[in-house]
């Protein structure tokens, strides 16, 4: 019965083995490396693109100002020795 079991669990373990080499192996469909980026917009496109960036990174900024704005007040609101709420 030992022996039964132990060549189950070996037999088990190779075919694990190898279903686990077969699933990492690479696709030879899918293309590695980098890859050339290609836009076929037309240039308005691009521009209005690039132009909500710049819009999205601005109000990224000021948005992160509001909040460090609004953290320094609360903390200077609460207590001189209340520094664990704080770090």
Do not use: C, Y
């Not at 190898?18 to 192996?25: D, G, H, K, L, T």
């Not at 960036?53 to 200077?76: F, H, M, Y």
């Amino acid at each position: 019965m030992k022996l039964r079991s132990l060549v189950l669990l070996a037999a088990g373990f190779v075919a694990g083995v190898a279903f686990a080499r077969r699933m990492a192996a690479d696709d030879p469909d899918v293309v590695h490396g980098p890859v050339a980026e290609r836009s076929t917009a037309n240039p308005a496109a691009r521009l209005a693109s690039a132009q909500a960036q710049k819009l999205a990174g601005r109000a990224t900024e000021a948005s992160l100002s509001a909040i460090r704005r609004t953290r320094s007040a609360i903390q200077g609101r609460l207590e001189p020795d209340d520094d664990v709420a704080w770090g």
